[in-house]
């Protein structure tokens, strides 16, 4: 059975800190995994998309890598503001068995960046 | 906005009382998605749509539940018989659904969710 861990699950940073989101995921036979971006009480913004095949994708002040033989993947935010602020959620999708074409969702991590 | 829309966006209903919702994806969007979300955790997959086809179906979905894509278009999900565990963001998503892979087939793209309070 696929888990998604997200750690940690609460972060607070000072404005301008570069800060990394890990996320876990025990089956590696994956197609992809996405990030989303959750505000409160509203529905998720994709962010990054990665392939299993890639290692990381990029997009402005994001960077999100994967390392599917281990399991993990990393969100990589860059000179944090306080729009940041928001719960970031990682999604994996499974290569196999049911439910292919549904995500798997890890619990989030819920991130505050302090102007 | 070509977005995701769900309909409504807040519903209170009392315990034992029929809901439905609706999810209108992106237009050329083949793939619709159900998830239902609770404080604290992760979207849980519900059920998904190729087209009209119902393809899927979580062990979450009770017989109470029920989904349709009648013309592979919009979508509807009824709980029938509310009960106060059933409250939660019910969220709905769409892609493209290719079949070369690419990431732009392949990110699902969600509305702004319907929450369920049931009393």
């Avoid at chain 2, 999810?23 to 050329?28: A, F, G, T, Y």
């Avoid at chain 2, 592979?72 to 019910?90: H, N, P, V």
């Amino acid at each position: 059975k696929q888990e998604v861990t997200q750690i940690p699950a609460a972060l607070s940073v000072p404005e301008g800190e570069n800060l990394v989101l890990n996320c876990s995921f025990t089956d590696s036979a994956i197609y992809n995994l996405q990030w989303f971006r959750q505000d409160p009480g509203k529905g998720l913004t994709s962010l990054l998309l990665i392939q299993s095949s890639q290692r990381e994708q990029t997009s402005g002040r994001l960077n999100a890598s994967l390392d599917k033989s281990s399991g993990r993947s990393t969100l990589y935010i860059a000179a944090s503001q306080p729009g940041d602020s928001a719960t970031y959620l990682c999604a994996v999708r499974r290569l196999r068995g049911g439910s292919q074409g549904n995500l798997i969702f890890g619990k989030g991590t819920k991130l505050s960046v302090k102007p | 906005d070509t977005g995701v829309s769900q309909d409504p966006r807040h519903k209170i209903t009392k315990r034992g009382q029929n809901v439905t919702f609706r999810c209108d994806p992106i237009s050329e969007h083949n793939r619709l998605y159900w998830y239902r979300q609770t404080l604290g955790q992760g979207p849980e997959f519900l059920t998904y749509f190729q087209n009209e086809a119902q393809l899927e179906k979580s062990r979450l979905l009770s017989d109470r539940f029920s989904a349709e894509r009648p013309k592979g278009s919009f979508s509807t999900l009824e709980i029938q018989r509310t009960e106060q565990g059933d409250s939660a963001m019910y969220l709905c998503a769409s892609s493209l659904g290719g079949f070369r892979g690419l990431a732009g087939e392949d990110t699902q793209y969600f509305g702004p969710g319907t929450r369920l309070t049931v009393l």
